[in-house]
């Protein structure tokens, strides 16, 4: 009997239990949703009632401070709350928004990833940029949106949005200075390929120009060289009529002495083959003269192998009747050998003084130099500065230095003014009348020694007259 009052004090003493469980259960429940905003607990020191609105004022306070907006709303998108900061956004009054569908606060263009970001919120959490839109007022915002669900539906979806204008502000900006740069860009280098097409225009018609002036330079300086050519042939004439003159005079001679023989019957046989003999000389002589000018005028490209001296010599032996005829005197002297020859049947061919060149080019600068000298002579005779009957002089040495044969021609003719020996070389400068000069002899020896043969040529003044000297490459 014990026993069974025991069971039931127990069973009793659980149903009590449960009982106060179900009781705490229900306040905490109460407390959640907000039913009860206090509760009241009895102790052994008395009874104390505590509020649960001083922790929700916090909260409150927390939210209606905050920067960013925040709202809340039903599963369907139905604000019930939002706070200042997003009242502020829209540039309305908060009670005016309580009721209204977030959606409608959404611009049209961006309907679309509202309502995903919608999808995303009523299944957990969604975030997204877009524009709010109300009565003209546009805003880009960043929003992000959580559920709040209970018993596993969503009950309320929470929307925290921030204003992030002066964000999309500075990256309008952004783009546009960078739009404006690629522009600019672009436009600067549309402008360099135009620059660029007309630099190359003119860099095409400046080689066309640089062609056509070469072309033109070349065929002048081959007219020049053609004309420098007939002076130097001129001269040649001059020396063969001159050289000639002696034998033709000694042909004419054999010719009226056969006639006077055959007349007086004196036209035997040892006569005729005596006269036979002269004649063949002096036909001989002309010929080789003929030979002589033919071969030094001869135009070729060919270089040959030949003595300094020698071709010299050959210049010489044209020009003797006039030096001669002007009391000019000559002396070739090879340096190597300290030999000089004042004569040209002197000279022996030298083998300190062998070059490889172009003969005909060379002996037609030597012709040129030692003319000059020769004018320059006559003419200081002709004015007085030098007595007609003192001797002019023309000295050429003929030595080497290293690999280099030099030519040095100096006469005593007075020399050149200084002020005019920079411009010698120039074409057409003349110091001479027009019969007697056309200022090309130096510039066109200069073109032959420095683009033909590889050499140079150049001037100083000595006492009493000018130096040339030709340097080429042995
Ligand atoms: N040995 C020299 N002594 C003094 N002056 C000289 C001598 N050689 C050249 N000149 C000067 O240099 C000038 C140019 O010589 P260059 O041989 O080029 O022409 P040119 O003798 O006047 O005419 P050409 O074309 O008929 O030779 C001469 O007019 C003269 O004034
Ligand atoms: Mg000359």
């Not at 921030?162 to 740069?181: F, H, N, V, W, Y």
């Not at 002076?231 to 000694?250: F, R, T, V, Y």
């Not at 002589?285 to 020698?310: C, G, Y």
């Amino acid at each position: 009997m014990a026993e069974q009052i025991e069971e039931v004090n127990l069973i009793k003493k659980i149903e009590d239990l449960q009982k106060r469980l179900d009781e705490a259960n229900d306040i905490l429940n109460a407390l959640r949703s907000g039913v009860v905003d206090a509760i009241v607990v009895t102790k052994k020191d008395g009874t104390k009632i505590y509020h649960i609105e001083d922790a929700a004022y916090v909260y409150q306070a927390l939210v209606e401070s905050m920067n960013e907006g925040a709202v809340t709303l039903t599963k369907e998108g139905v604000i019930l709350y939002c706070n200042k900061a997003f009242a502020d956004m829209m540039l309305i009054d908060y009670r005016n928004l309580v009721g209204v569908k977030l959606v409608s606060l959404i611009s049209q263009e961006d309907i679309k990833k509202f309502e995903s970001l919608w999808q995303n919120a009523l299944v957990g959490s969604g975030k997204a940029e877009l524009r709010l839109q109300y009565y003209g007022v546009t805003l880009p915002v960043s929003m992000s949106c959580n559920t709040h669900a209970t018993n596993r539906e969503p009950s309320y979806v929470f929307a925290i949005v921030s204003d992030i204008s002066e964000t999309k502000r500075a990256e309008e900006a952004l783009k546009q200075s960078r739009d404006e740069l690629e522009n600019k860009v672009i436009e600067r280098t549309a402008e360099l390929q135009k620059v660029n097409a007309r630099i190359n225009k003119l860099n095409q018609t400046l080689e066309q120009r640089v062609v056509e002036e070469t072309n033109r330079r070349m065929l002048q300086e081959h007219m020049l060289l053609q004309q420098s050519k007939m002076a130097a042939m001129g001269e040649m004439i001059a020396a063969i009529a001159h050289q000639w003159k002696q034998p033709l005079n000694a042909l004419g001679l054999i010719v009226q002495n056969m006639q006077d023989a055959y007349q007086h019957g004196e036209l035997d046989n040892a006569y005729f083959d005596s006269a036979v003999k002269e004649t063949m000389s002096q036909v001989m002589f002309m010929s080789e003269t003929v030979d002589d000018f033919s071969n030094f005028l001869k135009p070729s490209m060919e270089k040959e192998r030949f003595d300094l001296i020698a071709i010299t010599s050959e210049v010489l032996k044209f020009l003797e009747p006039q030096l001669s005829k002007n009391l000019i005197s000559y002396s070739i002297n090879c340096k190597t050998h300290n030999k000089t020859f004042r004569s040209i049947a002197e000279i022996i061919p030298c083998d300190a003084t062998l070059i490889t060149t172009n003969k005909s080019h060379l002996a037609h600068i030597v012709l040129n130099i030692l003319n000059n000298a020769k004018e320059a002579i006559i003419a200081r005779k002709l004015s007085g500065l030098l007595d007609a009957k003192a001797a002019g002089t023309i000295d050429i040495d003929v030595y080497k230095e290293g690999e280099t044969l030099k030519l040095t021609i100096s006469d005593n003719g007075g020399g050149i003014a200084e002020q005019l020996i920079d411009k010698i070389f120039d074409p057409y400068f003349t110091t001479k009348s027009k019969d007697h000069g056309t200022g090309i002899g130096l510039y066109i020896s200069k073109v032959i020694m420095e683009d033909k043969l590889g050499g140079k040529i150049y001037v100083r003044n000595i006492q009493d007259g000018a130096e040339f000297t030709i340097e080429l490459p042995c």
